[in-house]
C-alpha cells in the first residue's frame, strides 16, 4: 500500500500563491508518478499537474499552465505544488495521487485525503 498526505490547503488570497505538499510513504517503489488532481463544487475531479518519480519529466493543465510548477524531493519523497496568481476559479479540493504507469495522465491508484483550498477576493 502507498500513503499519501497533502499539506498546505487553507484559505489564500486572489492573485497570491498556492504551496501545497505531498509527503509518499509505504510501498513506493513501485510508483513511477506523482500527481495533483482537483475537484470544484459541482464539477468533477480533474487533473493539474504530475512528475515522474524521479521529477525529471513534468505536465501540465493548459487551464494552469504558465501559472504553476511542480517538484519533487526524492530525498523526502514528497512532491510540491505551487500556484500562482489565484482566482475563484481555482477554489477546489486538491488530492495528491501516485501511479505505478510512467505515463503522466495515466489513471492514478493512490490518492491522498484532499487538502480544500479556498480563494477569496
Known amino acids: 500500500q502507498v500513503q499519501l498526505v497533502e499539506s498546505g490547503g487553507g484559505l489564500v488570497q486572489a492573485g497570491g500563491p498556492l504551496i501545497l505538499s505531498c509527503a509518499a510513504s509505504?510501498?513506493?517503489?513501485?510508483?513511477?508518478?506523482m500527481g495533483w488532481f482537483r475537484q470544484a463544487p459541482g464539477k468533477s475531479r480533474e487533473f493539474v499537474a504530475a512528475?515522474?518519480?524521479?521529477?525529471?519529466?513534468?505536465d501540465c493543465a493548459d487551464s494552469v499552465k504558465g501559472r504553476l510548477a511542480i517538484s519533487r524531493d526524492n530525498d523526502k519523497n514528497t512532491v510540491r505544488l505551487q500556484m500562482n496568481s489565484l482566482t475563484a476559479e481555482d477554489t477546489a479540493v486538491y488530492y495528491c495521487?501516485?501511479?505505478?504507469?510512467?505515463?503522466?495522465?495515466?489513471?492514478?491508484?493512490?490518492w491522498g485525503q484532499g487538502t480544500q483550498v479556498t480563494v477569496s477576493s
Open positions: 495521487a501516485a501511479s505505478r504507469s510512467d505515463y503522466l495522465r495515466s489513471t492514478y491508484g493512490y
Open positions: 509505504g510501498r513506493t517503489s513501485s510508483m513511477n508518478a
Open positions: 512528475c515522474s518519480w524521479s521529477g525529471g519529466n513534468t
